[in-house]
T-cell receptor, first 111, second 117 residues
Framework: GENVEQHPSTLSVQEGDSAVIKCTYS??????FPWYKQELGKGPQLIID?????GEKKDQRIAVTLNKTAKHFSLHITETQPEDSAVYFC??????????FGKGTRLHILP | DTEVTQTPKHLVMGMTNKKSLKCEQH?????MYWYKQKAKKPPELMFV???????INESVPSRFSPECPNSSLLNLHLHALQPEDSALYLC????????????????FGPGTRLTVT
């Protein structure tokens, strides 16, 4: 089945700098890649997603890139702010119609 | 509006109790999901309902019993739980269930924090 690896597990960046989180997937049939942000005590919030027919997608300060050949996809957050501190999960669709999550990245924005 | 609501926010129950978790969405979504999330882990799929019918059961123990009374409501009935069942229980919904080449955005509720004593 599908397997999603996510790195790093923890990331600390200075406020105003950029943060990059990387994921790889194993199943070449996966075609949908959402990213979720989870703040303490809350449910995961869908922040951006990308489908396999697109290489890049941007929404204000966040962007996602997809390399189908290498089976890599990444989340980029620019001009980071304190409210960006959270756990971020990447995910990929699977052949058996489920969403498989990476293990998460805890992002700390340092003042 | 992409809101999924869940009640209660917190629940403490003994191993002999029976309780229920409730989830509601009014987005017209036809697929609803239950996930379990342990601390510092990603959500793990438990059940998927599509058009009010159970379509995926991830080999969940029978002490968890899902129910979908209508297209807006999803319940999870709990009975004879174990302390290791303590976790955040998340409900999600999507326009339709992911199928073949088509995947739909899943929107999560805030979760119910369950503690089994």
């Amino acid at each position: 089945g599908e397997n999603v690896e996510q790195h790093p597990s923890t990331l600390s960046v200075q406020e105003g700098d950029s943060a990059v989180i990387k994921c790889t997937y194993s199943d070449s049939a996966s075609n949908y890649f959402p990213w979720y942000k989870q703040e303490l005590g809350k449910g995961p919030q869908l922040i951006i997603d990308i489908r396999s027919n697109v290489g890049e997608k941007k929404d204000q300060r966040i962007a996602v890139t997809l390399n189908k050949t290498a089976k890599h996809f990444s989340l980029h957050i620019t001009e980071t702010q304190p409210e960006d501190s959270a756990v971020y999960f990447c995910a990929a669709s699977s052949r058996d119609d489920k969403i498989i999550f990476g293990k998460g990245t805890r992002l700390h924005i340092l003042p | 509006d992409t809101e999924v609501t869940q009640t209660p926010k917190h629940l403490v129950m003994g191993m002999t109790n029976k309780k229920s978790l409730k989830c509601e969405q009014h987005m017209g979504h036809r697929a609803m999901y239950w996930y379990k999330q342990k601390a510092k882990k990603p959500p793990e799929l438990m059940f998927v309902y599509s058009y009010e019918k159970l379509s995926i059961n991830e080999s969940v123990p029978s002490r968890f019993s899902p129910e979908c009374p209508n297209s807006s409501l999803l319940n999870l009935h709990l009975h004879a739980l174990q302390p290791e069942d303590s976790a955040l229980y998340l409900c999600a919904s999507s326009w339709m269930r992911t199928s073949g080449q088509t995947s739909y955005e899943q929107y999560f509720g805030p979760g119910t924090r369950l503690t089994v004593t």
